[in-house]
């Protein structure tokens, strides 16, 4: 990664939700992973370990857990899975002034893209201190439940909001759905796990992706030094 990561063509700015707007040890989605098991359990009648075997199962042949959980006809109304799991304590991440100047002062429109539900971003959007610097929010309900890293969901996600990958940016901590968002022509950025529990979705510290245009430990900074068509003038 160059020292001034060069954006200035970005006019269009997507952010996955989780483990991207906050740190990847922030205990966000390691609550989401436990109630998902305990979904599972309920739903299945299986003890714990069967049931995060399946449920990972599902994660790795379907993208997401509730998107096996359909395709197996499990479930029959998603945002009951959605409301479960989402239900957790997020005061374990407060309001971040700095990360909201950072994303304010990006040129052009900026938007969330999670696979959560719309309560869930809502929720951390408002936590974070950061509402009010999006254009929109798009969840996986939007995209008719094809989570990333299908590509009908990030079709749905363009067209709601007209977005052009060609002069787009996509920040996430999965590799897998960076390869997508590469692929569809996005200027990819992959915001790397910091040390202690993640997800099983966040990449390694040291893992590297040939489709990863640029890399970052914290998302933060990596807006503080990036060169945009804003500051491009001025940049070193």
Not at 17 to 25: C, M
Not at 128 to 149: T, Y
Request: aromatic residues 10%.
């Amino acid at each position: 990664m160059t020292a001034t990561p060069d954006l200035s063509h970005v006019g269009e700015w997507v952010f996955d939700l989780d483990n991207t707007l906050y740190p990847s040890d922030a205990a966000v989605m390691s609550q989401v992973d436990v109630r998902m098991t305990e979904y599972v359990m309920r739903l299945l009648g299986l003890p714990r370990e069967q049931a995060r075997a399946e449920q990972k199962r599902y994660w790795r042949d379907y993208g997401t857990t509730l998107s096996g959980l359909m395709a197996d006809g499990r479930v029959s109304d998603p945002r009951d899975f959605l409301d479960f799991v989402h239900d957790i304590d997020l005061t374990v991440i407060g309001p971040d002034p700095d990360l909201a100047a950072r994303i304010r002062a990006l040129p052009g429109r900026r938007y969330v893209y999670t696979n959560g539900s719309l309560r869930h971003a809502e929720n951390v959007v408002s936590r974070l201190g950061i509402v009010d610097c999006f254009h929109g929010l798009f969840d996986v309900e939007a995209a008719q439940f094809a989570p990333k890293p299908r590509p009908e969901g990030f079709a749905r996600f363009a067209a709601r909001f007209g977005v052009d990958p060609r002069i787009a940016s996509f920040f996430e901590d999965s590799p897998r759905n960076l390869k997508t968002a590469y692929d569809l022509g996005y200027t990819t950025v992959l915001i790397r796990a910091r040390p202690g529990p993640r997800d099983e979705e966040s990449a390694a510290p040291d893992a590297q992706f040939d489709h990863v245009h640029f890399a970052a430990d914290c998302l933060k900074t990596f807006l503080g030094g990036v060169r945009t068509a804003a500051n491009k003038g001025n940049a070193a």
